[in-house]
């Protein structure tokens, strides 16, 4: 092995193997593998101009003083005995003589290290375990590697971010996550630790990542590199930033984005969509966008308004706007083998190949994935959306089915433009983005958002609202989606939002629904985005048709304020107004999401890491820096406790009362109120106009 600098990077040679440690950005580190000649020129993730840094590299001479490398037998170790060091900033990088790397902040303060295991006597772990800090090891018949690559554990880390997993935990110390996109899963791997550093997993491959209580450990089962970036910061907001600027920040959150949604299973018709959008407008209530949800069209892959229900795009569109509504259409990947778009499609190479077999997605059809990391699908998918929504004036879109959601997630049977499926699965929603956003970037758009069913590291640069899948309609649902958009916000997407309510399983007339509901719809008003959604049981009851084959969706039951009986719709349209005088605020923290990387909403730490309780609360949270939100998510309850940060003092929006911070108190929750607390003196006018 030897260890070389290249003018701001440090190579690590070791046969074919090489190593190379860069310099990314302030503060920050890349660190690539490869068991190649050559490295792989993919950047993934990592695709934005960092800042031109200058690290100061030294190397030195271990003192050795075990006479064990005194003997002439041994004396050649002596002569390797070198480590080298990268002060980048905060961030310095020490490269032990064997090759394995630590990091450190500016106080010399340990962050982490990779973990390994040997026999050399100048390595305080000395065993005979034999365990490499790196491996890729090949896979037999093919020129593809596996991938492990481990780190040491410690007992006081808190991890934070790495996406949207469906459970109770904002801190993934413990957790095993696998590293694959499903509907209601979202990998994003990146993370913010409680010892100071952020962490990106660069490799959008097929694996697991473990955060044991012995060592962290990432797999990928099929890939070309390792690949990872490394940051640090005093604080969570400076990781945040460090990291952002890597891997691309959100534009600006357009101003229709910032209100209220309405959304249901489907409206399943034009006249559906514009009466709901009337009575509205009728009773004076604020709605700055609606939904036109799937099945809205020909055939899946068509692309286009079915004419028998929407006669008229134009001119609904045309009148929505004058309402001062923003109208949003659902865009399928999935192609129809009967589309009119399918032929062409397959012959240039633009739908998801398997390697064994023809894989269908069967729902509705036999439909196959349009290849999302395809240039040329993309640009083709976003054409036929200009031709038939874009020219009509639609200039938002629900890019749904966005992992892409698999019958069978046998992803060695899949194959993109972008490599096997394996390896690259993980950009498909990237891709999907991508292709909208250039598009509509080409267009002439300067505000732009797409409604998107998954994200990967670096999605949030094109755009990307992300919303959390098909969950169930119960309160234990609701309290994983506060950990699912918390930890969303500190992987780097910080528009986020979930169906209020539930998608699943919700009966709109049974009063234990309705409960839920009304807390989940009191929390959706201090989420990033305000979103009502449901598919609203039982919708199959309704009559079922069928057109050229095609079975038709039906428009499923109601789901507007109105809908969830006379005692429940001024509470939910009290809601709607507060959010609309929460409007300056709102506008104000998405422009720091946009500018400095930010998200939305937080957890406690992220404005108060001094606090060490602040790193504990896992039920309450921060909309921008000066809202603590603590959703009620119990049936039945009347009262909320909750912790509050120290360092600052919070007055209860609802009661007036005035507390310090660093205590845990217990406040009323009416079924008509959401505990909010202000900080600081400030005043805004929530349950007071």
């Known amino acids: 092995m030897r260890i070389e600098q290249q003018g701001s990077r440090i190579v690590i040679y070791s046969g074919v193997n090489q190593v190379w440690i860069d310099p990314w950005g302030p503060d920050s580190v890349r660190v690539r593998m490869t068991n190649e000649p050559e490295m792989d020129g993919h950047d993934w993730a990592l695709t934005e101009p960092v800042e031109a840094v200058t690290p100061i590299i030294t190397s030195e001479e271990i003192d050795v003083t075990d006479p064990w490398y ?67 090891k090949p896979i037999p018949g093919s020129t593809d590697f596996s991938l492990s690559a481990r780190f040491e554990a410690f007992d006081d880390e808190m991890i934070f971010g790495m996406g949207q997993y469906q459970d109770r935990h904002l801190n993934k110390k413990g957790s095993v996550l696998e590293l694959c996109h499903r509907n209601c899963q979202a990998s994003v791997p990146f993370y913010v630790s409680s010892r100071g550093y952020g962490f990106l997993w660069n490799n959008p491959a097929v694996g697991t990542a473990t955060f044991g209580m012995n060592r962290t450990e990432w797999t990928a089962h099929s890939t070309k590199k390792l690949d990872y970036f490394l940051t640090c910061g005093d604080t969570p907001a400076d990781i945040e930033r460090n990291y952002t600027a890597a891997a691309g920040r959100t534009p ?89 778009n399918y032929g062409y499609m397959a012959d240039h190479g633009y739908l998801v190949r398997t390697d064994r077999g023809k894989d269908t997605m069967t729902w509705m059809g036999n439909t196959v994935y349009f290849d999302a990391t395809h240039p040329g699908a993309q640009k083709f998918v976003w054409e036929r959306c200009k031709e038939n929504y874009y020219k009509k004036g639609i200039r938002c879109f629900w890019l749904d089915e966005a992992e892409p959601e698999y019958d069978c997630y046998e992803f060695d049977n899949y194959r993109y433009w972008a490599g096997p499926a394996l390896q690259v699965t993980n950009t498909y929603p990237v891709g999907y983005a991508k292709g909208f956003y250039e598009g509509l970037k080409e267009a002439g758009e300067k505000d732009i958002l797409s409604l ?48 209020i309510g539930g998608f699943l399983g919700g009966v709109i007339d049974d009063p234990a629904f309705r409960e839920l509901l009304v807390r ?43 809908s969830f009986g006379e005692e429940n719709t001024p509470i939910l349209c009290k809601y709607l107004f507060i959010r609309e005088r929460l409007r300056p605020y709102t506008r104000q923290i998405m422009r720091e999401a946009h500018e400095t990387g930010a998200p939305v909403m937080r957890p406690l730490f992220y404005e108060f890491p001094e606090d060490k309780a602040a790193w504990q609360a896992e039920d309450v949270y921060l909309y921008g820096p000066d809202l603590l939100i603590a959703p009620v998510m119990e049936a039945g309850a009347t009262e909320r406790t909750l912790y509050l940060p120290k360092g600052a003092t919070w007055k209860d929006a609802y009661t007036g009362q005035v507390y310090e911070g660093g205590q845990t108190v217990t406040v009323p929750a009416p079924i008509d109120v959401i505990p909010v607390m202000i900080r600081d003196g400030k005043d805004y006018p929530i349950y007071t106009e």
């Not at 009851?541 to 050229?548: H, M």
Request: proline letters at 4%; charged letters at 25%; a neutral charge.
């Open 252 to 340: 600006m959150m357009p101003e229709y984005g910032m209100g209220y949604w309405q959304c249901k299973l489907r409206y399943r018709t034009q006249d559906e969509v514009m009466a709901v959008a009337r009575k509205h407008k009728a009773m004076g209530l604020p709605l700055d966008v609606i939904v036109i949800d799937f099945f809205h069209w020909t055939r899946q892959g068509d692309f286009k308004f079915e004419p028998l229900d929407w006669p008229d795009p134009d001119g609904m569109i045309r009148e929505l706007r004058e309402m001062g509504i923003e109208p949003v259409v659902s865009v399928w990947p999935t192609i129809d083998d009967r589309s009119e």
């Open 70 to 136: 005194k003997t002439e037998e041994f004396a050649h170790y002596h002569q390797r005995a070198r480590q080298w060091q990268m002060v980048n900033g905060k961030l310095t990088v020490k490269i032990s003589h064997e090759g394995w790397l630590s990091f450190y902040n500016q106080k010399g303060e340990l962050l982490t290290e990779e973990f390994w295991r040997n026999r050399n006597r100048l390595n305080r772990f000395c065993t005979s375990e034999r365990i490499p800090a790196r491996e890729l």
């Open 520 to 562: 989940w719809f009191a929390w959706g008003c201090f989420c990033p985005v305000f979103r009502m959604h449901g598919e609203r049981s039982p919708w199959y009851e309704r009559e079922q048709e069928f057109r050229n084959g095609v079975r038709q969706i039906t428009s499923g039951q109601d789901n507007e304020v109105w």
């Open 452 to 499: 998107v069913r998954c994200a990967w590291a670096g999605s949030q640069k094109y755009a990307v609202l992300a919303w959390s899948g098909d969950i169930h309609s119960s309160f234990r649902a609701m309290r994983e989606q506060l950990q699912a958009g918390l930890s969303m916000a500190m992987a780097g997407i910080p528009w986020w939002t979930s169906d």
